[in-house]
């Protein structure tokens, strides 16, 4: 069955970086994109950006253009995001989702647990 | 960006039906049919229940329903059950492969 696993919780200092990992299996890791999508506390659901295991291919939202890295590991069929230069206001659950590369669905169909990352000095 | 309009909250008693309206602009609810909904119970991951604006994947119950007139698009929940007390989403294609979601709409069963 179709499976994304994150990485578990982090604590992190203003200015710090995190890198969190989303492992999935079950499908063609190159078939599809991953978006992370993340939620602050008691808050909505908000798209960082995507990336395309086929060609590392990005796309961020704006607002997170200058602090978010996506990359891949094919070998192991995992994606992973950094943000950089933390603040509290990025405290939040950061989700993993199959899709969101393209239009068409399938989009946003499988996702990860949520990873919690707390900023706080 | 700016998130979809969602209200906070609605209700419903059992066996009643539910509308969630997700209201967007012609940049993204008004512009593509990529407009879907998704469940959310405290402390567990999104679930998706409508893409494509009414189309339900397998597994979900056909008392979920979607439509879209213009930039809103809306959620029905037919036969309310105990178990669809939850947070719902909407989310949208923005364009140049951007996404958008809503605020969210909490549900609750009377």
């Known amino acids: 069955q179709i499976q994304l696993v994150q990485s578990g919780a982090e604590v992190k200092k203003p200015g710090a970086s995190v890198k969190v990992s989303c492992k999935t299996s079950?499908?063609?890791?190159?078939?599809?994109?991953v978006s992370w999508v993340r939620q602050a506390p008691g808050l909505g659901l908000e798209w960082v950006g995507w990336i395309t295991p086929f060609n590392a291919n990005t796309n961020y939202a704006q607002k997170f253009q200058d602090r978010v890295t996506m990359t891949t590991d094919t070998s192991t069929s995992t994606v992973y995001m950094e943000v950089r230069s933390l603040r509290s206001d990025d405290t939040a659950i950061y989700y993993c989702?199959?899709?969101?590369?393209?239009?068409?669905?399938?989009?946003?169909?499988?996702w990860g647990q949520g990873t919690l990352v707390t900023v706080s000095s | 960006q700016s998130a979809l309009t969602q209200p906070p909250s609605a209700s419903g008693s059992p066996g009643q039906s539910v509308t969630i309206s997700c209201t967007g602009t012609?940049?993204?609810?008004?512009?593509?049919?990529?407009v879907s909904w998704f469940q959310q119970y405290p402390g567990k991951a999104p679930k998706l229940m409508i893409s494509e604006v009414d189309e339900r994947p397998s597994g979900v119950p056909d008392r979920f329903s979607g439509s879209k007139s213009g930039s809103t698009a809306s959620l029905t929940v037919s036969g309310l059950q105990a178990e669809d007390e939850a947070y719902y989403y909407c989310?949208?294609?923005?364009?140049?492969?951007?996404?958008?979601f809503g605020g969210g709409t909490k549900l609750t069963v009377l």
């Open positions: 079950g499908y063609t890791f190159s078939d599809y994109g």
């Open positions: 989310s949208s294609y923005a364009g140049t492969k951007n996404w958008v």
């Open positions: 989702a199959r899709g969101g590369s393209s239009a068409p669905p399938p989009n946003f169909d499988y």
């Open positions: 012609s940049s993204d609810v008004g512009g593509y049919n990529y």
